[in-house]
């Protein structure tokens, strides 16, 4: 469709974004290890509505054993990026990559947005043809095109990497990159449009996580451990930066929204000598990028009694920061720690001084902190969503099918919000809390566009 | 197969005011198309925290622009020595009517160019590339065919001595691209600055109207004029 004015979702700054209406309904990703598809579930968040808190319709998967990940729009404020200018298209169709079947679903989200409907499926083996990868994973609407990547090749091995398609056929356009230099592992992308810079994270080969995640290997260091800058434009790989193989699993990327701003913030799952998370934020030192660790929650020690078969030799719960979201307004980051069961808030205003503003303990491997509308929570904060104007910060509960096996044995689905104090602090939204059982929840996509969703290209 | 034989009245450059009129307004009509470059700058401007950005930017603008609709006339005019005005103008109205057509259907095609960290030469080749392939030059065809009839269009050796007509298409043709981009650039560099200095961001929101729709009709309309102008 054709729109006279840009789609009124499209804002052309973070700034702006953050004063659009506040969102009626998300979209979450559910995956099934029951034998029934995964699917889509829309679930109300507009607090006048009588059906808040709850699923009010799933649409299934046309079939089994996808393992849908994360997700994201087909169109978004990049559309209106000043050397590629297309305002006039619909933020309209969830572009739906499946992370162990490497398809991607097209989901229509209109007219009715509450009843979404899968237009269209890409099969894995023309994206391997047109592309060379599989195991796709985060997706970005770019001003040119809609940008995937896959964390592995086409035979399941590396390299994993980015590959556009078709903003309006949705078909591969083929691999994206053209000088990968010295990348072969991939996780998550992301980019500084202002500065024609694409940052890639690494996770690792899909052998070493898809039968979940082994203690021996990040020991021995077979995790990634480095990101690595690329030139937009030219499609080159510009420099790596190396963690150090001790800290294992680089994963979320979280640019400044401001395009002006050349930093942003990156997490480690687990540091290999002592279990701690980390985050760390990159930044521009000269003409190279460097990166410098600004966070750091250590491990707790725990009964052994109380931990699953994997970490009961060591005694201690990792805190596992899985998943990181920074506010539109640059100001607050918020970091989940899925193994200690916590959210937590940090002012990254100052992003080389991270200051702890507020946390909020709910699951956990050891402590199980119950929900009031629940009984104690089996899983803890995962994937995390904050609302455009930065007030509500939601999570849902599940990693990846494996690995939710290994730390959380039983976990059924949840989602739960956060309300944030605009000065520092956020608590507990008691009023809110959705049950998917045996389904597990993952991504969260608001209405209109959230903290991940978009990219702008003006301060 | 009346406009088959262009009628050489004087030899005089231009010698109404309407074609320049004409090629001003396509000026300001391309000038207001933010694909055109005014949008570009304003980013470039805020993004560099510097309002003197913007005036460098649509000056290399402009060049590009400029360029791309040298080449649209040079072939025009490489067209007209070869081939009579009647079917050049014929080409030119069914590629452009098609083209606009194309653009309607397909209006969601766009420009895939990537990259804001660019230097003069590529905001050359930007806007090139973008007048180019928007047909920028082509919708001025009517009415530079038209200053034939004014007398100083494009040469035909078989019925006149080649070179006076030359430097006449010439000057006239320099004289209307002259106009149009002189046009073009004030009204750019004016809807830049007004964007940057007083509206704000905000205005891309409500103001930004789907320009690429008038522009396809446009095209039709230019293709259209530039038939009737053959057949009538």
Known sequence: ?459 | MLGALPVHAEPAAIATLGPLIGLAALGAFHGINPAMGWLFAVSLGLQRQNGWAIGSAVFYISLGHVASLLVVAVALALAGFFVPLFWVRIAAGVFLTGFGIYKLVLYYRHFRWVGMNVSGRDLIAWSFLMATSHGAGLMLAPIILNLDEEGAGAPDLEHHSGLLDIADTATAWGVGLTVHTVAMLTVMLAIALVVYRKLGLAFLRRGWLNVDLLWSAALILAGLTTLALAIL
Not at chain 1, 319 to 336: A, E, G
Request: glycine share 8%; charged share 20%; proline share 8%.
């Open chain 1, 1 to 459: 469709m054709a729109l006279m004015t840009p789609d009124p979702t499209f804002y052309p700054s973070a700034r702006l974004a953050i004063q659009g209406p506040p969102e009626r309904l998300g979209y979450v990703a559910v995956l099934n290890t029951n034998g029934q598809p995964d699917a889509m579930s829309v679930v109300d968040l507009d607090p006048e509505s009588p059906t808040y808190s709850s699923i009010v319709n799933s649409l299934e998967m046309p079939n089994v054993g996808d393992e849908l990940h994360h997700f994201g729009w087909n169109a978004c404020s990049a559309s209106l990026c000043p050397y590629a200018p297309h305002p006039h298209l619909e933020r309209r169709y969830l572009i739906v990559p499946t992370l162990r079947t490497s398809r991607i679903y097209v989901i229509d989200t209109k007219p009715d947005p509450f009843s979404p409907k899968v237009v269209k499926t890409v099969e894995a083996d023309v994206i391997a043809n047109r592309t060379g990868y599989s195991r796709l994973h985060t997706v970005h609407c770019g001003p040119d095109a809609i940008y995937l990547n896959g964390i592995g090749s086409a035979e399941g091995g590396a390299p994993g990497g980015i590959l556009r398609i078709d903003h309006n056929t949705f078909e591969p356009l083929g691999a994206w990159e053209l000088d990968r230099g010295p990348q072969t592992l991939a996780y998550d992308f992301w980019w500084h449009m202002g500065l024609d810079v694409a940052i890639t994270s690494e996770w690792c080969t899909p052998d070493l996580f898809e039968n979940g995640p082994s203690l021996a290997d990040i020991v021995a260091g077979n995790y990634g451990h480095k990101i690595h800058f690329w030139d937009l434009r030219r499609r080159r790989h510009l420099q790596e930066v190396d963690f150090g193989s001790e800290n294992q699993m680089v994963l979320e990327l979280r640019p400044s929204h401001n395009p002006t701003k050349a930093y942003g913030f990156v997490g480690v799952v687990v540091n290999s000598q002592d279990l701690s998370s980390s985050v760390w934020t990159w930044y521009q030192d000269g003409e190279k990028w460097a990166v410098t660790k600004v966070i750091e929650i250590p491990a707790e020690p725990a009964d052994p009694a109380l931990l699953p078969e994997a970490l009961k030799g060591l005694g201690t719960v990792p805190p596992l920061v899985t998943d990181l979201d920074l506010s539109l307004d640059d100001k607050f980051l918020y970091v989940s720690c899925w193994g200690s069961g916590q959210m937590r808030q940090y002012d990254v205003s100052d992003p080389f001084n991270a200051k702890l503003t507020g946390v909020v303990e709910l699951g956990g491997i050891v402590n199980k902190t119950a929900h009031p509308k629940s009984g104690p929570l089996i899983g803890a904060p995962q994937m995390v969503e904050i609302s455009r104007d930065g007030r509500r910060v939601y999570a849902t509960n599940s990693l990846y099918s494996s690995w939710d096996d290994t730390f959380y044995p039983n976990i059924t689905g949840w989602m739960a919000k956060f309300n944030v104090n605009p000065e520092g602090g956020l608590s507990l939204d008691e009023d809110f809390f959705v049950d998917f059982g045996e389904g597990r929840a993952h991504q969260v996509r608001l209405e209109g566009g959230d903290a991940s969703s978009d990219t702008f290209c003006y301060p």
